[in-house]
C-alpha cells in the first residue's frame, strides 16, 4: 500500500476515539497512587541564567565543575540546569537542603504552577474523560496543591477526619508544599560561564524536586484505610511516584522496606475489592536497587506494566540484558525495544506490556488477558488522539479539548516504525496483519501497534507519559 493509502486506513481505524471516550464515563471508579505534587513552571533564557549567576555571585567554576548530582547548594542546583541547557537534556535532580530549597522560592519565582506528579497528573486526565469517582492519592493535600486539581465532582480525595470530599475543596490544613522546579530553556539559546560560551542544541527542561514525603513514598494512611473499605468500588487501580525512591534515605531506611510498605496497603485494597485491573507506571527510575525491587516485586504483581524507550532501555540493565540495552541506546527503534519488550515479558511474566516511544505505542500482552486486541488498539487511539491536544493545545483541562486531534494523520515516523516491526514478527508469514489493523497474533501473544499524531510544534510535553499509558488502559473497552 501506499503511503497515502495507509494514512486514509489508520484515520480510518482512528474513528473508534470518539466511542471510546464515551465508554469512560461508564466506569465506576479508578484509585491513582502515589505521587501528586505542585510543578512550578517557569522559562529561562541564557541571558536570566547569567543574572541569577552575577547577581547572587555563584561560584562559576563550581558551576562548571563535575560533581554529584543533588542539590545541596547553590552552585549544585546552577550545575544541573547548565548541564540539561548546554546538552539539550531532561534530568531531575532532588534539593537535599531545605534552606536551598527557600532560596529557590524566593528568587527563583516561577511563571505559572500546575499538577505535578504522575498520580495528580492522571487523576486529572481520568476525571476530564468522565471516569466516575476518581480517587487520588495525595502525600500532601494543601490548599495550593488541592486548587491543581480540576474542578470536577467526580475527582475526589480523602480529608483529614477520612471523609471522601471533591479534591479541590479538601485543605490539610498541616501539609507542607511539595515543589518540583521545571526549568524550561530554548534551543538555540546561548550562556556564558566562567568565560565559556555554550550554545543550547535542543529545547528541554531541567527539574529541581524539593519532596520530602514522596522521596520517601509517604502514604498518607487515613487514605489507604478508607479505600479499603468494601464500599468503595473501583475497577482500576494505576500506581507511581515509586522512581523517586532510593535505597538509603535520609532518615536512614531503606528505600525497598517503602515498596513493601506499599505492596502491604495494595494487598489491603485488592483483598477489599477483587475485580480491578492493577497497572504500574514504571517512569525513570534512578536508583538501581530500587529499580530492580520494582521488577521482582512489584511488576510481577500487576497486571499491566507501562514504560517509554528510556525506562524500557533502563529495565534491560537490571535484568542482565545489557548488550541488548546498548543496541537499544545506539538504535532506539521499533525493532530493537520489541525485543526488549520480549525479555521483560519472559523475565516478570506480567500479563500486559506497554511502550510508548516516539511516533509509536507498542502492547504486548497474554493470550488470555482480559482486554482484547481490538479493546487495546481502540484504547490506544484514543490515548493518541487526546495525547494530541495536549501538545497542540498545552492543557486538556475540559472535556471539549479532548478530541481536537481526532482528524489529523498519523505521522511517518510511527508508520516506518510500525512497517519495520512488521517486518520482524511477520516475516514469515503470508497474511500480514501489523500495517493495516494494528494487531497480529500468535500462540504466545497478541501485539497490538498503532502509529501515534505527532504535532510539530508541542506546547508542553510534561505529563505525557502518564496520559498516554492511563488512557490506554481504561479506554480500552
Ligand atoms: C516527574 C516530576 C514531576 C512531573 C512528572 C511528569 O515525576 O517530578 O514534577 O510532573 O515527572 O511526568
Known amino acids: 500500500m501506499m503511503t497515502k493509502e495507509i494514512k486514509k486506513q489508520w484515520l480510518q481505524n482512528y474513528k473508534t476515539a470518539p466511542d471510546q471516550l464515551a465508554k469512560m464515563s461508564k466506569i465506576n471508579g479508578l484509585i491513582s497512587a502515589f505521587n501528586a ?49 548546554t546538552k539539550g537534556i531532561a534530568e531531575e535532580w532532588l534539593i537535599e537542603d531545605k534552606e536551598i530549597f527557600q532560596w529557590l522560592q524566593n528568587n527563583l ?79 538555540g539559546d546561548k550562556i556564558t560561564v566562567d568565560g565559556t560560551a555554550f550554545t543550547c542544541p535542543k529545547s528541554n527542561r531541567f527539574i529541581a524536586t524539593y519532596d520530602p514525603l514522596n522521596f520517601i513514598l509517604h502514604i498518607d494512611e487515613t487514605f489507604a484505610s478508607c479505600l479499603s473499605n468494601e464500599s468503595i468500588n473501583y475497577d482500576y487501580i494505576i500506581l507511581s511516584g515509586y522512581q523517586m525512591l532510593q535505597q538509603e534515605l535520609s532518615d536512614k531506611t531503606l528505600g525497598t522496606d517503602r515498596i513493601d510498605a ?38 510481577t504483581k500487576v497486571d499491566s506494566l507501562g514504560f517509554n524507550e528510556r525506562e524500557l532501555i533502563d529495565i534491560l540493565e537490571v535484568i542482565s540484558e545489557d548488550d541488548l540495552a546498548k543496541e537499544c541506546i545506539e538504535n532506539t527503534n521499533s525493532v530493537n525495544l520489541f525485543k526488549g519488550m520480549q525479555k521483560i515479558f519472559e523475565y516478570t511474566n506480567c500479563p500486559r506490556l506497554q511502550l510508548h516511544m516516539f511516533g509509536l505505542y507498542v502492547t504486548l500482552q497474554q493470550k488470555s488477558f482480559k482486554v482484547t486486541p481490538k479493546q487495546n488498539l481502540d484504547g490506544m487511539q484514543l490515548a493518541a488522539v487526546i495525547a494530541a491536544a495536549k501538545a497542540g493545545t498545552g492543557a486538556i483541562d475540559d472535556y471539549e479539548t479532548l478530541l ?70 481504561v479506554g480500552a473497552r
Open 109 to 187: 519565582g516561577y511563571d505559572k504552577l500546575q499538577m505535578g506528579g504522575q498520580g495528580g497528573i492522571v487523576a486529572n486526565v481520568m476525571a476530564v474523560c468522565g471516569v466516575n469517582n476518581v480517587f487520588v492519592h495525595c502525600a500532601s493535600l494543601g490548599e495550593e496543591q488541592a486548587s491543581l486539581f480540576l474542578d470536577l465532582p467526580n475527582l475526589v480525595s480523602v480529608d483529614e477526619n477520612g471523609t471522601v470530599n471533591k479534591a479541590k475543596n479538601i485543605k490539610r490544613s498541616n501539609d507542607i508544599p511539595l515543589i518540583h522546579w521545571i526549568i524550561e530553556f530554548d534551543k
Open 404 to 473: 481536537w486531534a481526532k482528524d489529523l494523520e498519523v505521522s511517518d515516523v510511527g508508520l516506518n516504525e510500525l512497517q519495520a516491526l512488521s517486518n520482524l514478527v511477520e516475516a514469515d508469514s503470508d497474511i500480514k496483519t501489523l500495517m493495516k489493523t494494528g494487531i497480529v497474533s500468535n500462540d504466545k501473544y497478541d501485539l497490538i501497534a498503532i502509529p501515534t499524531i505527532l504535532i510539530d510544534k508541542p506546547k508542553t510535553l510534561v505529563g505525557m507519559g502518564d496520559t498516554i499509558s492511563s488512557i490506554s488502559l
Open 262 to 299: 506499599s505492596i502491604k496497603t495494595l494487598e489491603k485494597w485488592v483483598n477489599s475489592n477483587k475485580n480491578h485491573v492493577l497497572h504500574l507506571e514504571m517512569a525513570s527510575t534512578q536508583d538501581v536497587i530500587i529499580r530492580k525491587n520494582l521488577l521482582d516485586n512489584l511488576a
Open 37 to 85: 505534587n505542585i510543578d512550578a513552571v517557569i522559562k529561562l533564557s541564557g541571558k536570566d541564567i547569567e543574572k541569577l549567576i552575577h547577581d547572587f555571585k555563584i561560584d562559576q567554576k563550581q558551576i562548571l565543575s563535575k560533581n554529584i548530582t543533588t542539590i545541596n547548594t547553590k552552585e549544585d542546583a546552577f550545575r544541573g540546569l547548565l548541564k540539561c541547557f
